[in-house]
């Protein structure tokens, strides 16, 4: 499994359309064969900020997303919307086993 960790720091008048928009998008994920998890988690300190897990199946699988309709349009949405770049950091899983996910 890899998992992938994007860091997301929103405006503050866009936190609602970026929750709306990233939950059409993780929902649309989950239904992807090389997507095991697709999370969206919010900071509670900060609402601004969000971090998103993806646990992806195979090595190919984050490019495979990456073409897909949903993540485009996901990417074109969001893009205003950011108070700073994304950042991703790749991590690779140790447990539970593959198998287990």
């Known amino acids: 499994m890899l998992i992938v960790h994007v860091h997301v720091h929103v405006r503050a008048e866009a936190v609602e359309a970026f929750i709306d928009a990233t939950l059409t998008n993780a929902r ?10 697709f999370d969206l988690i919010q ?11 993806e646990v992806y199946r195979t090595p190919g699988a984050p490019a495979a997303h990456k073409e897909t309709a949903h993540y ?3 990417r074109d949405t969001v893009a ?9 950091v790749r991590y690779e899983n140790l447990f539970p086993e593959d198998a287990r996910w």
């Open 80 to 88: 205003p919307m950011m108070a700073s770049p994304r950042t991703a």
């Open 28 to 37: 649309a994920s989950v239904q992807e064969p090389g997507i095991a998890r």
């Open 43 to 53: 900071q509670t300190d900060d609402p601004q900020r969000f971090l998103l897990q």
């Open 72 to 74: 485009a349009l996901w």
